[in-house]
């Protein structure tokens, strides 16, 4: 057994001398907001690169107001819009909470009714403000993705699967499609396995110049239907949409370009081979050419397409080959002839820049590290904005790299987890920094790092937890009896005593490129973990193979036998703490949610003779339930690599259960199914295997709402304080 520290990255709250500690209890943390952490809302930068706008509650006078402030100064400019002057179509004063402003900046769109349909899919009335003239355009009802022309002259939206032109000016509507069927073609949208595995929704974009408007188009009629019961009335309702499993068969999707002068579609080819994903488009910096991103059914060959708008041809400008799955992400930039994008071709994650003219490729970044984030490239000053992992894992940090020689300035100065978002020039960037004890703190900063002034610093919140009696946490290394090495947290309660034998509870997500070891504010899982070392438990969360920011080999390692390695790692971990003189390797538990709960299924049950319970919050339980793109990406289908499927699903192997088990899930989960649950449970009880549940009616994957939370966590504190 082998632990190393890593920096010194060991953290103690404690309370000021004299301050009475208080101990931390569920309601505070999951109902009555005492430990909420404020974010600032409505920030968004203007064009001219030193002014800013955001939303301002006036409490005296019950109003809200969108507020100009100097980003230098921090002095407020002009109130640029008050809901006291704006009515809905229905006389009521309308909220302005949700605004968006056109290119140019005359025109001001807000939403309002806004319902969620899935994780990124909504819809909403959409409001546009002409800010000069001061008329107010009101949509009649709620339609999905209301968004400005280049101009600001028109807003494109979908309504009942149709994609829709609005003329502002005229408020005359083009019809752009007319074939949208619900559960059959979708235009101008994604498909709910695009939308949750690819993160997108909305399928059109503007062209630059606002003469076409690029579109998908979704033949789901080939996709099989799942359903779930919508209770809360006699004849509880039935939601069916169409969602491909594993080896089954997806949408054909195609994309389109439409012009506005002539009002004609034209389809962009890509190849007649349907059994593929088209998961981005995006017009490039080359007058009406339209980028299409193509990825074949394995996920392991990706290529970037032109298209020309008009005719529709298109040429292969850039492609990948992977061994295993390549990732699809955002950071696609196009600028003068080149673009930028992200790529694990070195073996990390890293920024290159390809001359499509020249056919040449470079290396923005380089090193044994991941880029986490690409944040946009200043062509004036030749500087590339990002986040990486460079100097540890479980950090953050923020660059400048000159585009010409590869040189890196580093613009946050305390170790933790810094993220940016960058105003128009790239003159100022709005800071975000936290450690894994300290909430987040917004900062308005210079393009070199510089501290112009502080935005939020959670305050209250900070103040707050000096007297919660928090426990320390600290980060290490250990080694596995195998030899793997893997990054962990510990929490201890603040009374910890090296001659007393804890109980642990590890927390696990696992999945590929996740972590959950990382030195960041986790809100009120962290506030949580607290709570259970005041109640005497140590909880230690273990990233194992598979998971982020430790380079492409680590990464994919689970490759074909996804739950393999990363159990046997977590069992491992288990293991190794076990030996600690304070812990008692008698009371191991484990839990986690989603693929943490398939990784807290198989715990309890390949894990028996290490860990005495799990709780397993929405778990898969079968990776042949759950959706192809994600499940394939890591896993290829059922038909080819069936073995892997049931070999590593812990339905299989509920026979080895000694422990106690608690499975949750809320029967209205659209992503991870009930079906998964009802199904292990199933299995358990043809084996009299016993077991623990408790089950949300209408709650989707979240489980939230209202007093949920609290109860959920009443509910799995209880098990633990009863089985561990």
């Given at each position: 057994?082998?632990?190393?520290?890593?920096?010194?990255?060991?953290?103690?709250?404690?309370?000021?001398?004299?301050?009475?500690?208080?101990?931390?209890?569920?309601?505070?943390?999951?109902?009555?907001?005492?430990?909420?952490?404020?974010?600032?809302?409505?920030?968004?930068?203007?064009?001219?690169?030193?002014?800013?706008?955001?939303?301002?509650?006036?409490?005296?006078?019950?109003?809200?107001?969108?507020?100009?402030?100097?980003?230098?100064?921090?002095?407020?400019?002009?109130?640029?819009?008050?809901?006291?002057?704006?009515?809905?179509?229905?006389?009521?004063?309308?909220?302005?909470?949700?605004?968006?402003?056109?290119?140019?900046?005359?025109?001001?769109?807000?939403?309002?009714?806004?319902?969620?349909?899935?994780?990124?899919?909504?819809?909403?009335?959409?409001?546009?403000?002409?800010?000069?003239?001061?008329?107010?355009?009101?949509?009649?009802?709620?339609?999905?993705?209301?968004?400005?022309?280049?101009?600001?002259?028109?807003?494109?939206?979908?309504?009942?699967?149709?994609?829709?032109?609005?003329?502002?000016?005229?408020?005359?509507?083009?019809?752009?499609?007319?074939?949208?069927?619900?559960?059959?073609?979708?235009?101008?949208?994604?498909?709910?396995?695009?939308?949750?595995?690819?993160?997108?929704?909305?399928?059109?974009?503007?062209?630059?110049?606002?003469?076409?408007?690029?579109?998908?188009?979704?033949?789901?009629?080939?996709?099989?239907?799942?359903?779930?019961?919508?209770?809360?009335?006699?004849?509880?309702?039935?939601?069916?949409?169409?969602?491909?499993?594993?080896?089954?068969?997806?949408?054909?999707?195609?994309?389109?370009?439409?012009?506005?002068?002539?009002?004609?579609?034209?389809?962009?080819?890509?190849?007649?081979?349907?059994?593929?994903?088209?998961?981005?488009?995006?017009?490039?910096?080359?007058?009406?050419?339209?980028?299409?991103?193509?990825?074949?059914?394995?996920?392991?060959?990706?290529?970037?397409?032109?298209?020309?708008?008009?005719?529709?041809?298109?040429?292969?400008?850039?492609?990948?080959?992977?061994?295993?799955?390549?990732?699809?992400?955002?950071?696609?930039?196009?600028?003068?002839?080149?673009?930028?994008?992200?790529?694990?071709?070195?073996?990390?994650?890293?920024?290159?820049?390809?001359?499509y003219a020249k056919k040449s490729l470079k290396a923005i970044t380089k090193g044994n590290w991941d880029v986490?984030?690409?944040?946009?490239?200043?062509?004036?000053?030749?500087?590339?904005?990002?986040?990486?992992?460079?100097?540890?894992?479980?950090?953050?940090?923020?660059?400048?790299?000159?585009?010409?020689?590869?040189?890196?300035?580093?613009?946050?100065?305390?170790?933790?987890?810094?993220?940016?978002?960058?105003?128009?020039?790239?003159?100022?960037?709005?800071?975000?920094?936290?450690?894994?004890?300290?909430?987040?703190?917004?900062?308005?900063?210079?393009?070199?790092?510089?501290?112009?002034?502080?935005?939020?610093?959670?305050?209250?919140?900070?103040?707050?937890?000096?007297?919660?009696?928090?426990?320390?946490?600290?980060?290490?290394?250990?080694?596995?009896?195998?030899?793997?090495?893997?990054?962990?947290?510990?929490?201890?309660?603040?009374?910890?005593?090296?001659?007393?034998?804890?109980?642990?509870?590890?927390?696990?997500?696992?999945?590929?490129?996740?972590?959950?070891?990382?030195?960041?504010?986790?809100?009120?899982?962290?506030?949580?973990?607290?709570?259970?070392?005041?109640?005497?438990?140590?909880?230690?969360?273990?990233?194992?193979?598979?998971?982020?920011?430790?380079?492409?080999?680590?990464?994919?390692?689970?490759?074909?036998?996804?739950?393999?390695?990363?159990?046997?790692?977590?069992?491992?971990?288990?293991?190794?703490?076990?030996?600690?003189?304070?812990?008692?390797?008698?009371?191991?538990?484990?839990?986690?949610?989603?693929?943490?709960?398939?990784?807290?299924?198989?715990?309890?049950?390949?894990?028996?003779?290490?860990?005495?319970?799990?709780?397993?919050?929405?778990?898969?339980?079968?990776?042949?339930?759950?959706?192809?793109?994600?499940?394939?990406?890591?896993?290829?289908?059922?038909?080819?690599?069936?073995?892997?499927?049931?070999?590593?699903?812990?339905?299989?192997?509920?026979?080895?259960?000694?422990?106690?088990?608690?499975?949750?899930?809320?029967?209205?989960?659209?992503?991870?199914?009930?079906?998964?649950?009802?199904?292990?449970?199933?299995?358990?009880?043809?084996?009299?295997?016993?077991?623990?549940?408790?089950?949300?009616?209408?709650?989707?994957?979240?489980?939230?709402?209202?007093?949920?939370?609290?109860?959920?966590?009443?509910?799995?504190?209880?098990?633990?304080?009863?089985?561990?």
């Open positions: 057994m082998q632990f190393r520290w890593i920096g010194i990255l060991a953290f103690l709250l404690l309370a000021p001398l004299g301050a009475i500690a208080q101990s931390l209890n569920l309601e505070d943390i999951w109902l009555s907001g005492k430990y909420s952490s404020q974010g600032v809302r409505g920030f968004s930068a203007m064009n001219d690169g030193e002014s800013y706008v955001q939303i301002d509650a006036d409490k005296e006078r019950n109003l809200l107001e969108i507020n100009r402030y100097s980003i230098k100064e921090g002095t407020r400019i002009e109130t640029l819009v008050s809901n006291a002057e704006l009515t809905d179509s229905d006389g009521s004063r309308l909220n302005i909470r949700n605004f968006i402003f056109s290119d140019d900046e005359s025109m001001v769109m807000f939403l309002t009714d806004i319902q969620s349909i899935y994780r990124h899919s909504y819809s909403a009335k959409f409001h546009v403000l002409d800010r000069k003239s001061g008329k107010v355009y009101h949509s009649e009802k709620g339609v999905r993705y209301a968004t400005f022309s280049p101009d600001g002259k028109k807003v494109a939206y979908v309504d009942a699967n149709n994609l829709f032109i609005l003329d502002l000016a005229t408020e005359q509507t083009t019809q752009v499609t007319n074939d949208g069927k619900n559960n059959a073609i979708i235009n101008g949208a994604v498909d709910w396995v695009y939308e949750e595995e690819f993160s997108m929704s909305r399928g059109f974009e503007w062209s630059n110049d606002g003469a076409y408007i690029a579109y998908y188009r979704f033949d789901e009629s080939g996709v099989k239907e799942f359903s779930m019961d919508i209770y809360g009335r006699l004849y509880p309702d039935q939601e069916v949409w169409k969602y491909p499993k594993a080896g089954e068969a997806n949408s054909v999707v195609h994309v389109y370009t439409y012009s506005l002068a002539n009002n004609k579609s034209v389809q962009c080819a890509t190849g007649d081979n349907d059994d593929i994903y088209l998961p981005r488009i995006k017009w490039t910096d080359k007058a009406n050419t339209l980028s299409i991103q193509r990825l074949n059914r394995l996920q392991n060959h990706w290529e970037i397409l032109f298209a020309d708008a008009a005719s529709g041809k298109t040429e292969v400008v850039y492609e990948e080959k992977n061994a295993a799955y390549i990732d699809i992400t955002d950071n696609l930039d196009f600028n003068k002839g080149s673009f930028i994008f992200s790529s694990e071709r070195s073996g990390y994650n890293h920024l290159y820049q390809y001359d986490d984030a690409y944040y946009g490239f200043d062509q004036k000053k030749g500087l590339v904005f990002c986040s990486a992992a460079d100097e540890t894992a479980i950090e953050r940090n923020l660059y400048a790299v000159n585009i010409k020689n590869g040189k890196m300035a580093k613009l946050n100065t305390q170790s933790g987890w810094n993220t940016a978002s960058f105003t128009k020039g790239f003159n100022y960037f709005l800071h975000n920094y936290s450690n894994a004890t300290t909430p987040s703190t917004y900062t308005l900063r210079k393009a070199d790092g510089k501290q112009v002034r502080v935005l939020e610093e959670n305050f209250m919140l900070k103040e707050a937890l000096k007297a919660a009696n928090l426990g320390s946490i600290e980060f290490n290394t250990l080694t596995t009896d195998s030899g793997v090495t893997l990054n962990y947290s510990m929490i201890k309660p603040a009374d910890f005593d090296t001659n007393k034998k804890y109980p642990v509870l590890m927390y696990v997500y696992g999945g590929p490129g996740s972590q959950t070891v990382k030195n960041q504010w986790q809100g009120s899982y962290y506030l949580w973990f607290n709570y259970l070392t005041q109640n005497g438990y140590i909880v230690v969360s273990v990233d194992n193979r598979g998971t982020g920011a430790r380079g492409e080999a680590f990464k994919k390692s689970t490759y074909l036998e996804l739950g393999k390695y990363e159990i046997e790692d977590q069992i491992a971990a288990a293991q190794t703490l076990g030996r600690l003189s304070y812990v008692d390797e008698t009371r191991m538990g484990i839990w986690g949610w989603s693929f943490g709960g398939y990784m807290a299924s198989l715990g309890i049950s390949k894990g028996a003779e290490t860990f005495r319970c799990a709780v397993a919050v929405a778990p898969v339980t079968n990776w042949r339930y759950y959706d192809n793109i994600y499940t394939e990406r890591f896993m290829r289908t059922p038909q080819e690599n069936g073995v892997s499927y049931d070999a590593n699903s812990p339905i299989n192997h509920v026979d080895k259960v000694k422990g106690h088990y608690l499975i949750v899930h809320g029967t209205a989960d659209d992503n991870v199914h009930f079906q998964n649950t009802v199904e292990m449970l199933d299995a358990m009880i043809q084996r009299n295997v016993k077991f623990d549940s408790e089950f949300y009616p209408n709650k989707n994957h979240g489980i939230g709402g209202g007093v949920t939370r609290l109860h959920l966590f009443n509910r799995i504190s209880s098990f633990l304080f009863t089985n561990l």
